[in-house]
């Protein structure tokens, strides 16, 4: 008899799991099926959400499900107008030219059929900015960004290189101290990020920036 | 603070819905359509969505507004309340009824698959020992598999694919080796449903979600927070490894005895 492949064994294993089930008690909320989908859960909350996803076949569907969804290219438009707070971009790049020369005419409230009736303006699409540690670096004890308009708090995530989040904080400062437990070693690569909360439900994130620091050269001082 | 929030907070629901309506209209649809591409299923399950939100003066909004932290923005915990009304529509009534035609056109055990896996959500095991207890017990499990796989091929190539693999879940994993009839493969799923058990539950949940979800490595990395697809890659390899390693030690244990 042939020694089936293991991997085969495995996908077979997987894949005979029930199909989605009934909700259990310790089923996630919507709030965090979303924010894992989302990507925006906190650490901490990550951690105690995957213990569950670990074995609950039917979070995990809902989860991959909405994290499909929102990369489906439609979704994605719209939630990012939604959070623009309903004002679409480039009004002429997506219409026809008829429909342009009426938007001349009338303006765009008449087309644009997600607007709000009335409201003021939220911040616009604001990012942080980290600032430093950035490339190779002679130390990285604090972490600074440049802040974001019309922030209240700021999320900051050091990961490792292989992506394990070694330190999170949540703060209303620019500016975070790493903590001494923390060594960093010279020469491995370490990432970052910081979020902005810029509304009563929105993190902005920045870009995920790398950092290293210098190696030592020689005995110490 | 939003508008619609403002009216909400204010006591006004009437005023914040519409706000808020005006404001999502738009993602609702897109979220809907993302699973339902019929037009009358859309519009039927839009009606539900507006009707399920609107209930008890927004008592869902309510609830989201009023929680003192928030860890997903609105517009996707709206995406996700959206997806669950419209998957639910589909289980119900009307939206049963609609998937039923579908159930229509399959010759008659491929029906039986269907009503079982896709409509009474069994699981794909339930199902064989559902159709074998009724009148076809020379049914093996492999033949089963073969009318399954045909079953999801035909189905989800359809108008309705999407919210039907939504239904079911994951389709049948590929042709198992020729051993499939004999007691090997549930002994070995029970192994591999162990050693899966003493990985950890990051390392897991990124096996499930890339190997039975078949979900793109860059969401998988949003979800268990890694910072790219790479990370993940690199998890998924490193715990196939440890399972195979393992297995193959497992297998070994075994054939000794
Ligand atoms: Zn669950």
Known sequence: ?221 | MDDWVAELRGGRPEAAWDLCLARYRRLIFSAIRHYAQDYDDVMDIFARVCEALRADDLRRLRCYVDQPDHRARFSTWLVTVVRHLTVDWFRHRDGRRRLSTVAARLPPLQRRIFEHVFLDRRSHVEAYELIRANGTSGLTFGEFLVELRATYAVVIDGRRGRVLRELAGPPPPLPPPEAADDGEPAERRELVQQLLGSLSAQDRVALELHIVEELPAEQIARVLGLPNAKAVYNRVHRALAVLRARLAQGGLQRHDV
């Open chain 1, 1 to 221: 008899m042939p020694d089936p492949d293991p991997l085969d064994a495995l996908r077979d294993a997987l894949g005979a799991t029930p199909a989605p089930e009934a909700r259990t008690p310790d089923c996630l909320d919507d709030d965090t099926v979303a924010a894992l989908a989302a990507g925006t859960i906190d650490a901490a909350a990550r951690v105690h959400a995957l213990s569950h996803l670990a074995t609950c076949p039917r979070c995990r569907h809902a989860v991959a499900s909405v994290a499909r969804a929102l990369a489906d290219p439609a979704v994605a438009r719209e939630v990012a107008v939604a959070e623009r707070g309903g004002r679409r971009l480039r009004y002429g790049v997506a219409l026809s030219a008829a429909a342009g020369v009426l938007l001349l005419l009338v303006g765009p409230r008449l087309l644009d059929l997600g607007r709000p009736v009335h409201r003021a303006p939220p911040p616009t699409g604001a990012v942080p900015v980290p600032a430093s540690p950035v490339g190779v670096v002679a130390d990285a004890d604090t972490l600074r960004w440049v802040a974001v308009p019309g922030a209240d708090r700021y999320r900051v995530t050091l990961f490792d290189a292989p992506g394990a989040v070694l330190y999170e904080t949540q703060l209303a400062d620019t500016v975070a101290v790493l903590p001494d437990s923390l060594v960093l070693v010279p020469g491995r690569p370490y990432l970052w990020k910081v979020e902005a909360r810029t509304g009563w439900d929105r993190w902005s994130p920045s870009e995920l920036v790398e950092f290293s620091l210098a190696p030592l050269r020689g005995a110490p001082q």
